[in-house]
């Protein structure tokens, strides 16, 4: 792991409401893939939680996170960077729920059917990047003995979770409590970078009243916070999420917010916080977007910008994140982070045999080897993606992303 030394942000720092943008987008196709055919025709009045697609390949509904009038559709790029059909929505602003909000006071008290349910109906799907959905996951999830939570903000630059924290830890420990009873979860843990000690305090201040949930400091080093790595430092095991029989699941933090809001209001996922950082930006800082904002409609509304020679766009972490072509990037359930760096564009070079991959590898992988014999069978399948080879590499391969196709992996 290396550590992070350029986290420019406080956890603490205030998050910006930008929740009263007009024109709304929501694609018609999920970073997974999941494509969805529209239900809903220019014109139509649409309520907060009204189905707008559907897909022949999951139950998930696709559903409107504002109210207001469709106007049509349009072509926007999404954080794989893909560009996709969108069904453009007009918010109106009164917030008009298909469904009414309703409060329930004791979460704990669902049965598992129910819990997979109101996952399914939420459309609750992992915030922390994947964005597979979360009914699926827990379908056939029984014996579960430990539930991890991932509140590291690993991600250099990254601190779009430690906000959502900062701002709402009891319910975020509501909700884990809330998950162990209805899983039958013995122990619980919310993984914290160690020098986060305004997020630790939040969540201490709360935890007495959860006995069977334990904040857990990381140290501040990338990846702290993968599944693999909190499994294996916090319970000092071999973690693999496609085990049947596995009793650990993971979770990234907003998707325990996004549970919490299902849970106690019955809410679709309708928004979220996203770190915009980066030397593109005047102030890195953190927002809470509806699901379908433009950033574009956000740069013309705000002077947020510095001038950079030759800018690149990620979405998602300067590790892991993808450079989207334009700024017509609309914030899906998945996007918790926008980067603006200066493109510098630096020549591959052959290998030179330094090891310095197979030296900062997390999972002890020798990454020169997997990508000079293309071979599988030197573990690729056992790389986490997260990136470090790559940006230590002094040839400048683009080892993770080589790995990935050696794997067969699709581009997300
Ligand atoms: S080989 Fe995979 S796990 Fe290892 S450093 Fe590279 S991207 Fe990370
Ligand atoms: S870090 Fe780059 S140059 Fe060094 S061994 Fe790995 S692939 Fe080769």
Redesign the pocket.
């Known amino acids: 792991m290396v550590p992070i030394e350029n986290r420019k942000i406080s956890p603490s720092s205030k998050v910006i409401n930008e929740e009263d943008i007009q024109i709304i987008y929501i694609p018609l196709e999920s970073k997974l893939g999941y494509s969805y055919k529209p239900v809903v025709k220019a014109n139509e009045y649409v309520c907060i939680g009204t189905t707008l697609g559907k897909s022949s390949v999951t139950s998930l509904p696709l559903v409107s996170t504002v109210s207001g009038t469709v106007v049509g559709f349009e072509d926007k790029y999404i954080s794989n960077g893909k560009l996709v059909r969108c069904i453009v929505i007009e918010n109106d602003f009164k917030e008009k729920y298909v469904n009414k909000p309703g409060k329930k006071t004791n979460i704990n008290k669902y049965s598992k059917e129910e819990f997979l349910y109101i996952l399914e109906g939420s459309g609750v799907t992992d915030m922390g990047g994947s964005d597979y959905p979360l009914y699926l996951k827990y379908q056939n999830k029984d014996n579960l003995n430990y539930l991890i939570v991932d509140a590291t903000d690993y991600e250099i630059y990254k601190s779009s979770d430690s906000a959502l924290v900062y701002n709402n830890a009891e319910e975020i420990l509501e909700a884990m409590d809330a998950m162990a009873d209805i899983m039958g979860i013995k122990k619980c843990y919310i993984a914290v970078n160690e020098d986060n000690t305004t997020i630790i305090k939040k969540l201490l201040k709360h935890i007495g009243s959860y006995p069977n949930i334990k904040v857990y400091p990381m140290i501040n080093a990338y990846p702290s916070g993968h599944a693999k790595i909190l499994v294996s430092e916090i319970l000092d095991m071999d973690y693999n999420p496609l085990n049947k029989n596995t009793r650990v699941v993971v979770e990234n933090v907003a998707t325990i917010y996004a549970i919490y809001e299902a849970l106690k209001y019955h809410k679709p996922v309708s928004d979220r916080y996203v770190t915009l950082a980066g030397p593109g930006f005047k102030n890195n800082c953190n927002y809470k977007f509806k699901i379908g904002t433009s950033l574009n409609e956000v740069l013309l509304k705000n002077d947020i910008l510095n001038k950079l020679k030759n800018p690149l766009l990620i979405a998602g972490g300067a590790m892991t994140g993808k450079a989207i072509k334009s700024d017509d990037l609309i914030v899906t359930k998945d996007l918790h982070t926008i980067l603006l760096l200066e493109n510098k564009e630096e020549e591959t070079l052959p290998?030179?045999?330094?090891?310095?991959?197979?030296e900062v590898c997390p999972v002890n992988l020798i990454?020169?080897l997997i990508?000079e014999t293309k071979n599988k069978k030197y573990n690729a399948n056992r790389c986490i993606e997260c990136g470090l080879?790559s940006y230590?590499?002094?040839?400048k391969?683009d080892?993770r992303e080589m790995i990935k196709k050696i794997r067969g992996d699709k581009d997300e």
Do not use: N
Request: hydrophobic share 35%; net charge positive.
């Open positions: 290998c030179i045999k330094c090891g310095k991959c197979s990454p020169s990508i080879c230590v590499c002094p040839a391969i080892i």
